[in-house]
C-alpha cells in the first residue's frame, strides 16, 4: 500500500508492528509509512503500572498507535499505545482495512491496463482520496453513481471505464431497509382513485442517491411502504416525507389516514 507522506504527524492514528521489545521500551515499525521503525517508550505501553512490557504487548503483534512525538529532519516517532481509545482503535482498523481493499483493487487495476501501482495511484487513488477523503469512499462514489462520479475527481476519461468495472466487481454497497404501514379509508365511489391519487403523489417525492420506495397493497385499506437507502438517516428522512405526503394530500381529498411504523 502506497502513502504520499513519508512520515506521520502528530496526533495521528498509525497501524504498526511490534518488531523489538527492550527493557525501557518497544520498537515499532509503522506499516503505512513503508516500515518506518518509531519508538514506545515504556511509559506509554498501558495507563496501568508496567512491570514487564511483555504483559502487554509481543512481537509480530499489529496494533493501533497514536503519535506523541515527530523529528521529520532525523525521521524519528515515537508513538503511545495507552493514548488510544477503543472508538479510535476500531475507527482506524476499519479504515486500515478499507484502505487495504482499495490497494488490491488499484492493483488488479495496474495488471489490467499495463501500468505500474505508481502510475494508478497518481492517476486513480489520489485524485479520489483528494475528492472524497479515501480512495475507497471514491470506489464506493463509482460503484454508486457510475463515471460521473470519476470524472468528478478528475481521473482521466480514458481510465473511467476499467475503474468502474474493477470496483464494480469487488464493491458491494449494502443497504438498509424500512417498511410501514399505511391505513387509507373513505366512503367514496371513488375512493380507488382518490387512495391511488394520494399513493402516486407521495411516489413522485425527491429521493435522495442511492434511495429508493416500493409501495403496494397487502389487503384494503393497508399500503405497506418500504424505503431503501445507504444508511438508516436517510432512510428515516425519506420515509417521514412520504408519510408527511400522504397525510397531507389525504387531508386534502377528505380521506382517513393512519400510519404505523414496522419495527426492525
Keep these: ?64 498507535f497514536k503519535v506523541i512525538r515527530v523529528d521529520k529532519r532525523r525521521k524519528q516517532v515515537d508513538v503511545s499505545l495507552r493514548r488510544v481509545t477503543p472508538s479510535e482503535r476500531r475507527n482506524k482498523v476499519m479504515m486500515w482495512k478499507r484502505a487495504q481493499k482499495a490497494h488490491k483493487i488499484l492493483e488488479l487495476l495496474a495488471k489490467k491496463l499495463d501500468m505500474s501501482i505508481e502510475e494508478i495511484y497518481e492517476n486513480v487513488g489520489w485524485k479520489l482520496e483528494d475528492k472524497y477523503g479515501e480512495i475507497y469512499a471514491g470506489l464506493e462514489e463509482a460503484v454508486s453513481r457510475g463515471i460521473e462520479a470519476l470524472l468528478e475527481a478528475d481521473v482521466p476519461p480514458e481510465l473511467v471505464d476499467a475503474v468502474k468495472e474493477e470496483a464494480d466487481k469487488h464493491i458491494e454497497i449494502r443497504k438498509v431497509k424500512i417498511s410501514g404501514i399505511i391505513y387509507l379509508q373513505t366512503l367514496s365511489p371513488k375512493g380507488i382513485l382518490l387512495i391511488k391519487d394520494v399513493l402516486k403523489n407521495a411516489m413522485e417525492i425527491e429521493l435522495p442517491r442511492g434511495a429508493s420506495i416500493r409501495m403496494y397493497t397487502i389487503g384494503s385499506p393497508r399500503y405497506k411502504v418500504e424505503v431503501t437507502a445507504e444508511d438508516y438517516k436517510v432512510a428515516e428522512e425519506v420515509l417521514s416525507n412520504i408519510v408527511d405526503s400522504v397525510e397531507s394530500k389525504a387531508k386534502e381529498l377528505g380521506l382517513k389516514f393512519k400510519f404505523e411504523r414496522e419495527r426492525r
Design 1 to 64: 500500500m502506497l502513502m504520499r507522506r513519508e512520515i506521520p504527524e502528530v496526533g495521528e492514528l498509525v497501524i504498526g508492528t511490534v518488531q523489538r521489545i527492550e527493557e525501557h521500551g518497544v520498537y515499532i515499525t509503522l506499516d503505512e509509512f513503508n516500515n518506518l521503525l518509531a519508538y514506545m517508550p515504556k511509559g506509554e505501553v498501558s495507563s496501568k503500572w508496567v512491570r514487564n512490557i511483555r504483559d502487554f504487548v509481543r512481537e509480530d503483534q499489529r496494533s493501533v
